[in-house]
């Protein structure tokens, strides 16, 4: 290769590289500004409306996980296959290698549990679980909770992530705190959250949401 041409080729492929480099600085510069940009309020609770009509739409869906439940003395680990279509539901809590613990099921108008061949009929989830173990928990309210919506006609306060999703919901005395959120189907929906007072503490952990 000729002088001239050798230097005009050198110089030619340095600046490449230059150019080159800064592109990717740029590049790298853009998505990490991109990945910390905080969205104002304003623009939170704009796309949480978005959010919250999806997820009010979402009348049928199963779950399955497990939960953690402390109270008073004592705590327990248990297996959770939930199942919603509208206003009916069935729940079943399993034990330790699988070991049936309890089948709920009823819808806005009456609940019943069985448990070790007993079936005890109420008229609300809350009654029958006081009246079973005298504590008080909202178990109605959980069917909103866990999708990530607060109970509706209840005074609430709601926290807001990056993503217009709720980072902590504070209603009737309780505080549902949102670990993790996982993409199904076109939806974001919880998977780690805790729901506790003063004096119950219950830790969810969402293996899988089927819709």
Not at 75 to 103: N, R
């Amino acid at each position: 290769m000729p002088g001239k041409v050798r230097v005009i080729f050198s110089f030619f492929m340095q600046n490449l590289f230059r150019v080159l480099f800064l592109l990717l600085l740029t590049g790298c510069a853009s998505r990490s500004v991109d990945q910390g940009v905080q969205l104002s309020d304003e623009a939170r609770h704009q796309l949480w409306q978005g959010h919250e009509q999806q997820l009010a739409a979402l009348k049928t869906w199963q779950m399955s996980g497990r939960l953690n439940l402390k109270v008073p003395k004592q705590s327990g680990t248990l297996s959770v296959d939930w199942s919603q279509q509208e206003a009916q539901y069935q729940i079943y809590l399993d034990g330790p290698f699988g070991a049936a613990i309890a089948a709920i099921s009823g819808d806005q108008n009456q609940v019943s549990v069985t448990a070790s061949e007993d079936t005890m009929v109420g008229s609300s989830p809350e009654m029958l679980l006081y009246s079973m173990t005298g504590w008080q928990f909202p178990v109605s309210y959980l069917r909103r909770w866990i999708k990530g919506l607060p109970v509706q006609g209840v005074a609430s306060k709601l926290t807001l992530n990056n993503q217009g999703y709720p980072e902590k919901i504070e209603q009737a005395g309780w505080v549902i705190v949102y670990q993790q959120y996982k993409p199904s189907g076109s939806l974001l929906l919880p998977t780690r959250l805790t729901v506790s007072n003063k004096v119950v503490r219950l830790n969810l952990l969402i293996n899988q949401w089927s819709l």
